[in-house]
């Protein structure tokens, strides 16, 4: 169920191919798709978003990860890393689980330079770096 809730996101499935539970819940991306708690439910836009979500998205840009228009849903997907990172994920578990997501990214970057693999270990590290606390 978390990976049609990641594939939804990146818009590689239809609402209808979501199970109820899981519509409109990105985060819901790595095992368990449980929050801690002291993990914010929802990220902000622009200005509201926190110092940390922000640093999340400066360190993919420098990793040329392109997330202009999709930076909402990195963020969630990046707190559910965190989230099965907590709970013991090994990451090839983490890596799986953000696959569509991940090649949706890579999809978007016109010259070919990036790779899903290397936007998901991207997406991993910077996630460990700004977003698990």
Known sequence: AG???VAAAAGCASPADEPAETTGTAA???PGGQEPADTPSGT???AERSSDEQAFLDDLAG???ATDTAADTA???G???CRGIAEGADPETVLDSVRPFTTALAARDGDGGADAAD???ALVDASRSHLCG
Do not use: H, M, N
């Open 3 to 5: 990976l049609v809730g």
């Open 28 to 30: 819901a991306s790595a």
């Open 44 to 46: 902000g836009t622009g």
């Open 63 to 65: 990793r040329g990860v």
């Open 75 to 77: 963020v969630e997907v």
């Open 79 to 81: 707190l559910g890393i």
């Open 119 to 121: 936007v998901g270990r």
